[in-house]
């Protein structure tokens, strides 16, 4: 580890810290995860492989692990913000996110998506605001791999009851723990779970707030009837009736979205997986192909090459050229 120079703390988890860093071969800023000490393998090696799978330039780069003593380091590329980082700072300068930024942020994460469940036949199983990261020039890679999986494995069926977090959790994954709780064999899940998610983070971009908060599953499900209404969808025979049967729809709620943002918003967001477009779908969804080009930074971005960054002066720091701290 002598090979990096470490800066600041950037991020915290259940595994350990996440710290920015130098790495003096090349010159270039790494993130670098410490895991807890003496941590059991299987609590990073899935990780590791789910990392060296999906290898593309829409996930967050893997540099390697390292072991010192008995700790174990993950290294990836240095990646400024992630997307929860860049909706705040806009919470607190009050600039909701233009709809051209919301097309160029979810385009680029679908582009992951596209490549993990088509070409790897992965699923992330994680997918939130956290697990984006951004750069200073609003390129998004996917991160936090500690949750992805062969979507074909038998770990999907029986493992992992509890994987995404409760707001971006698809409702075959809710329930599943219902389910589990009275002893009925568990639905299956597989890479729709993500196309869920994407759809809760669209509109959590026009909203900036999650749009589904709850404090358990069954109250997250309620939460999900209240828009989208109950399931009509023969799978669901088995749950007490959900209510109401009508929800009051995207519409009323996501009202700065255009109508074809509320359409794929909607499609992603079907209480049955198989009405979810793929990732490949959805990049062919007109939300993207109409209007301008969805891979050109959108004006904030490109005028300013690196918007929101400030300069600091740090006398721990070994002396670079410029040393930048983005503030989101
Ligand atoms: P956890 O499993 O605890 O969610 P993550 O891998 O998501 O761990 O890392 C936690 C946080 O650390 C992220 O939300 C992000 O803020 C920061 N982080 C992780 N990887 C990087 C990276 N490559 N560059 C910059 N920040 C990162
Ligand atoms: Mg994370």
Redo the contacts with the bound molecule.
């Keep these: 580890m002598e090979r990096y120079h470490i800066i600041k703390q ?6 350990g810290r ?1 710290y ?1 860093a130098i790495d003096h071969l090349t010159g270039q800023y790494v ?1 670098i ?1 410490q895991l807890k000490p003496n941590c059991h393998p299987m609590s990073y090696l899935p990780e590791v492989r789910a990392l060296q799978i999906l290898q593309h330039p829409k996930i ?1 780069g893997f540099k390697g692990a390292e072991r010192q003593h008995n700790t174990v380091f993950l290294v ?4 400024d ?2 997307l929860r ?1 860049l909706i705040n700072h806009r919470l607190r300068m009050g600039v909701p996110f233009s709809e051209a930024e919301i097309k160029f942020f979810s385009f680029q994460v679908l582009q992951g998506l596209d490549f993990m469940h088509r070409n790897r036949r992965f699923m992330h199983r994680d997918l939130k605001p ?2 984006l ?1 951004v750069n200073k020039h609003g390129v998004l890679k996917i ?2 791999l ?1 949750s992805a999986t062969e979507i074909e494995s038998d770990e999907s069926l029986f493992h992992h009851h509890y994987v995404t977090t409760r707001s971006y959790r698809a409702p075959e994954m809710l329930l599943r723990m219902f389910l589990k709780n009275k002893k009925l064999r568990p639905f299956e899940y597989d890479e729709k779970v993500d196309m869920w998610a994407v759809g809760v983070i669209i509109a959590e971009l026009y909203l900036m707030r999650p749009l589904f908060i709850a404090e358990s599953s069954a109250d997250q499900l309620k939460e999900i009837c209240k828009v989208i209404g109950a399931p009509t969808w023969e799978s669901w025979m088995n749950w007490p009736k959900l209510e109401p049967e009508k929800g009051f729809g995207f519409r009323a709620l996501v009202t700065s979205a255009s109508e074809s943002a509320l359409d794929l918003i909607e499609s992603l967001c079907s209480w049955d997986p198989s009405n979810r477009p793929s990732a490949a779908e959805a990049l062919r969804h007109p939300f993207f192909t109409r209007g301008r080009n969805v891979l050109a930074p959108p004006p904030g971005f490109s005028r300013c090459p690196r918007p929101m960054m400030r300069y600091v002066v740090n006398k721990n720091v070994p002396k670079m050229t410029s040393m930048q701290q983005p503030i989101y």
């Design positions: 950037v991020g915290e988890g259940s595994f996440v920015q993130a995860k967050v990836f590329e240095y990646m913000g992630s980082h956290e697990n990261l991160s936090d500690g």
